[in-house]
């Protein structure tokens, strides 16, 4: 039930944010164009990670036998 809500302000944040990237390398705002790509890394980072541990075999099973 909460994938619907996450997906959408995942979208809409990351428009934003490309948007606002967009922006800021036409203004040559060198720091905010750093800060701004950092954090949309940081987002694709985390999506990456959230789908190999929801597709890759074998990921759950480890977390357990850590724990």
Known sequence: FTALPCLFMLIMTLWAMVYKEVD???????VLVAVNAL??????????????????KGARSVEVEAE
Do not use: G
């Open 24 to 30: 800021y390398l036409a203004k040559e705002n060198w």
């Open 39 to 56: 954090t949309i890394l940081l987002a694709a980072w985390m999506v990456v990670e959230v789908l190999i541990s929801l597709f890759v």
